[in-house]
């Protein structure tokens, strides 16, 4: 029995204080200062962990300067504050080990659209994708381009002063901020934008703090403005963090703004901007240009640069090589063509064109067409290119660029390339030679890397591989970084070319000289005690006040070698988190991460998840607990002999006598949907469905379960006996006082009803016989080439029987022997609820049956995406990978049978468009066999498109348990409801997922069918 987890490190009671009066002076937003809030906001993007001492989500701008205001009071001169957006950063910019202001959870709308103007206003939790969207009807976008642009904020992007691909054109976050709603130290709100010196005068005489900082400000600027110009280079990517140099902008006007953006929140709150907007490009085209080495794409890119492109990107052979293993690489792979004879990719530069006038562009392309062919086999030149043109596959192609920060996070090995020293900056026609001494640097010491970036404003994100569990290893960052600072010299550059300053700011003095003290007193302008975001930029020139180092902050690493190799190995789904925070993407479409979206918690996220399991198992190492031991050891034990011990920590649970943080790991986990969109969408392939159910497992072993567990998991081999005599379960489904007893004591509402025309009903009246090897052995010889056998699941067997009798009549009617293989429990609801023995029981029987089966040779699908799924995922934990039988997708398989299919043209139909809207897992697990639904329509003459949802919010029986249904319904509408409920969708929807089906019929009473089923109805017809 897992011991209880009592003893984590306390918030401290100046910050309780701090939380109290908050509180109290009527904060509106949340106050988290729980355990698990603290460890997930632990960590960022980079290889930094520091706990914070409790989270704050403001709900407004007066939240902010009720924070603001109170924290610098003399009783709070000791709390520190640290704001926090989409938590993307690679250097640890917004951890802190006081209090951390986030403002993405309430502050993110985007709150005025001036189209006339070309402007807009938003708060600073706005999300750069999701303001782009809202852009996008009046023919404007918000210009910055980042990898990360799917979950990074507006205020993060401006506290960066974050810059991407397409800089060289569009600039930086800087130059498309107007104005900006800050809130200083003190609670002062000032609204900053360009002014002039008659304006500035005039606010240099407030007596306050406003005041003072434009006083302050104007000061430096005017009297070191010679030494400003000398220390600041000129470079695309300028300078992140109190960018002195444009202080007056082009017209000599003065901007704060140009100190506040790249301030990393060491200045002021940034509660809304007002921002610039450009007009979207009418064409664009993107050339991939190969080469035979990393080095010519490199030097290369230098002249590509000659031909005038709006960008030019790079990628090595190490990155290539890792999207080709990620489902993204499915979207973009014909763009890359390996041609017979031509030599193996090591580095692609892709060269983008955007223009308003087509021909404009297609002549733009054709003059690079002409030199890439005049050049192509050339010595340092490439020797192949492909062209796309249109922004809806151009931006496939940025995807899996964008997807490359968080794929050199899935290498094997414990050692994983990481950020550290991979934002360096130097003169475009520097680059090549200065990467060439960088490499040297990592191959000296046999490090594996990986690069990839902006070769059109000289900055290349390399990756050093280092496995920062080792003490050894994690040395090097230290020397590896103060090398590359030298090199950054010597070529004219900068360590900080892109992504802020964060922990490395201790080379800031160093780099500045004797600016920096300027920059101190700037910083104690705003904030004369050092408590927003200390220990970065700068710090204000006062004892005890130092930049946090580079070797001196706390490593994610030095938390891990704390677990043993065997329990990190046992979990090792969820040990690779790097903090990439793809599952906070932002898109309602878009199938991660539903509990996430539909709470806005970050603890009900992959990456929460992944925190707080690593945590919990490092305190269970604490506690002398072998997880590996112990997880045998629930198996082995008595269910009657472990129940009194249970009984008793169940009831101390419920009377909350006694902390345990094993309690907040297990309420993150019971808010998954398990619907594995992680597994396939995570760069490092995070898979909370594994690691939860081995933490439920051994949790469970201490608590009792709540009977719904008991009820869902041994459905499957109850479901058969039930199903003799329906009605009896059927009339408990839908009775209303039983059913208010379940929800209220079982845990359950809307179970669903047994069908009452039986399967095996159906069977005999079509003739269809059960599979088994003997049966297939005496088929003929046309039968059996014609055979296939469906594998049967629970939830269409029992739930959807017209469904399994519907596929008989289709294959039947297109010509095959449809065979039934016996039902055997797959084993899915004991995974998800952590009913380890049982599963893998389930599964070693179900698998030597299907086995048996395939050893035949006959084809065998399955019907429910989710329950076939775990045949080739689930299954692989406990089956060896030779026993695992071959269960195809529906359309994996018929797909391929494309003459039969061809054989029934139903072109002449009066509807022949259609709309698919898949499962979460199929899109995210199989998304190559999204497309083969496509191709199975257009054998017969149909058009079917995918349609863009997100979770249904049902997965399996989340949506059924009484604790998530109204989660379950929020995540419904953040992207079905529009779309089953839009009339032009009418007749037109067809759904793969039994429990999408089971939740639209449950929320808006549609029954919409299985693209089969639309399939045999259309040859009905015909």
């Known amino acids: 029995m897992i011991p209880r987890l009592s003893q984590v490190e306390t918030t401290e009671a100046i910050y309780l204080q701090f939380i109290e009066a908050l509180q109290k002076a009527g904060f509106a937003g949340d106050l988290n200062q729980d355990y698990a809030n603290r460890i997930v906001l632990s960590t960022d993007n980079s290889i930094y962990q520091m706990l914070p001492q409790g989270v704050l989500y403001p709900k407004s701008t007066d939240d902010l300067v009720l924070i603001a205001k109170l924290a610098d009071e003399s009783r709070f001169t000791e709390v520190k504050l640290s704001a926090r957006g989409g938590g993307t950063g690679t250097n640890g910019q917004s951890l802190t080990d006081g209090l951390i202001v986030d403002v993405s959870k309430h502050m993110n709308q985007v709150l005025e659209i001036n189209a006339e103007e070309r402007w807009v206003r ?137 100190v506040l953006c790249g301030g990393e929140g060491s200045l002021a709150f940034i509660a809304e901007a007002k921002l610039n907007v450009l007009p979207i490009p009418k064409f664009a085209a993107l050339v991939n240009v190969k080469y ?38 499915d979207t973009v792979s014909a763009y890359f063509p390996q041609e017979e004879g031509e030599p193996e990719i090591s580095g692609i530069n892709l060269v983008e064109y955007t223009s308003d006038d087509e021909e404009s562009l297609k002549a733009d392309v054709a003059r690079l067409e002409e030199h890439l062919k005049s050049v192509a086999g050339q010595a340092g030149k490439s020797f192949g290119f492909s062209v796309v043109y249109g922004a809806g596959e151009i931006n496939k192609v940025w995807a899996m660029r964008k997807k490359a920060v968080g794929l050199l996070g899935n290498a094997k090995g414990q050692e994983r390339p990481i950020p550290f020293v991979e934002d360096t900056a130097v003169p475009p026609e520097n680059l090549a030679d200065f990467i060439m001494e960088f490499r040297k640097v990592l191959d000296d010491r046999d490090l594996a890397y990986g690069m990839f970036g902006h070769v059109d404003a000289g900055v290349l994100h390399v990756r050093p591989a280092i496995d920062m569990k080792d003490q050894l290893q994690e040395s090097l960052i230290r020397d590896i970084t103060d090398e590359v600072v030298a090199l950054t010299v010597k070529y004219k550059g900068l360590l900080w070319g892109e992504h802020g300053k964060g922990v490395r700011s201790e080379y800031a003095p ?40 580079i070797d001196a902050v706390p490593t994610r690493g030095q938390f891990d070698r704390q677990i043993s190799s065997e329990t990190r190995e046992e979990y090792k789904e969820a040990m690779f988190c790097n903090g990439n925070g793809a599952c906070f993407n932002y898109d309602p479409n878009d199938a991660m991460c539903p509990s996430w979206k539909g709470t806005r918690q970050r603890i009900n996220s992959p990456k929460g998840r992944s925190s707080l399991i690593r945590e919990w198992l490092r305190l269970m190492e604490q506690n002398g607990t072998d997880l590996v031991e112990e997880a045998k050891r629930v ?33 993150s986990m019971m808010a998954c949907l398990a619907c594995k969109s992680c597994v396939g969408q995570c760069p490092i ?54 059913k208010a007893i379940f929800r209220k004591h079982a845990g359950m509402v809307d179970s669903p009803t047994i069908c009452t025309n039986s399967l095996i009903t159906g069977m005999k009246a079509r003739g269809i016989e059960f599979a088994s090897p003997q049966l297939i052995k005496s088929l003929s010889e046309e039968q059996r080439s014609n055979a296939v056998i469906i594998v049967q699941d629970a939830f269409t067997s029992y739930f959807e029987t017209q469904l399994v009798l519907d596929l008989v009549d289709l294959l039947s009617g297109l010509g095959f022997h449809v065979l039934l293989a016996p039902f055997k429990p797959n084993g899915k609801p004991l995974h998800v609820h952590g009913f380890m023995k049982a599963f893998e029981k389930a599964a070693e029987s179900n698998s030597a049956m299907l086995k048996e089966l395939d050893n035949t040779g006959v084809p065998m699908i399955g019907i429910d995406p989710s329950m076939t799924l775990t045949y080739r995922q689930e299954y692989g934990y406990v089956i060896p990978e030779k026993d695992l039988p071959k269960v195809q997708l529906i359309q994996e398989w018929l797909s391929n049978q494309k003459e039969k299919l061809g ?18 897992t199929e899109k995210t697990n199989a998304a190559p066999s999204i497309r083969m639904w496509q191709q199975i329509y257009e054998a017969m003459g149909l058009k079917l498109d995918i349609q863009a949802v997100g979770c249904c919010g049902m997965s399996g029986t989340y949506g059924h348990e009484t604790q998530n249904v109204e989660t379950s319904r929020e995540i419904y509408q953040l992207s079905w409801s529009e779309v089953v409920n839009n009339p032009g969708n009418k007749d037109r929807l067809l759904v793969t997922g039994y429990s999408c ?13 299985h693209p089969i089923q639309k399939l045999l109805s259309l040859l009905k017809d015909k």
Not at 998 to 1005: C, L
Request: proline share 5%; glycine share 6%.
């Open 903 to 920: 054989a029934f043209d139903l072109a002449s139909r009066s509807t022949t468009e259609f709309k698919l809207m898949a499962h979460c």
């Open 997 to 1009: 089906r089971s939740q639209v019929k449950r929320i808006d009473d549609q029954q919409l069918p």
């Open 635 to 667: 198996k082995a034990s008595s269910f009657i002999a472990s129940l009194p011990k249970r009984i008793k920590n169940t009831l101390a649970k419920k009377k909350e006598e006694e902390y345990d943080f094993s309690h907040e790991v297990h309420e």
């Open 122 to 258: 938003v708060q600073g939790g706005v999300v750069k994708d999701q303001l782009n969207r809202a852009l996008k009807p009046y023919g404007f976008f918000f210009a910055p381009e980042l990898s990360t642009s799917n979950r990074a904020t507006v205020g993060g992007m401006i506290n960066t002063d974050a810059s991407g691909q397409g800089s060289v054109m569009y600039g930086k976050t800087r130059d498309h901020v107007l104005e900006l709603n800050s809130v200083f130290l003190g609670g002062e709100l000032w609204n900053s934008k360009p002014i002039s010196d008659e304006e500035l005068d005039e606010i240099k005489q407030r007596d306050d703090r406003v005041g003072e900082v434009h006083r302050l400000v104007d000061e430096v600027f005017t009297k070191k403005k010679d030494l400003i110009d000398a220390k600041f280079p000129k470079l695309n990517r300028c300078l992140t963090g109190y960018d002195l140099a444009h202080i007056r902008d082009e017209e000599g006007r003065f901007n704060l703004n140009s």
């Open 685 to 738: 392939k995070v898979n909370v469905p594994d690691f939860r159910a081995r933490f439920l497992e051994v949790y469970y072993g201490r608590y009792l379960r709540p009977a719904k567990d008991y009820m869902v998991g041994s459905l499957e081999c109850m479901i058969p006996w039930l199903s003799k005599f329906p009605a009896p379960y059927n009339w408990a489904m839908q009775n209303k006082v039983l």
């Open 510 to 549: 160093e780099f500045f000289g004797e600016l920096y003290p300027e920059l101190q007193r700037i910083k104690g302008g705003f904030d004369p005690r050092n408590q927003m975001n200390p220990g970065k930029i700068a710090t204000p020139a006062i004892d005890g006040a130092e930049l946090l180092k």
């Open 292 to 329: 035979d080495s990393f080095e010519s794409s490199l030097r290369d890119a230098t002249d590509l640069m000659e031909w005038n492109p709006t960008s030019i990107e790079t990628i090595d052979s190490k990155v290539l090589n890792l999207a080709m293993g990620d489902i993204i690489w």
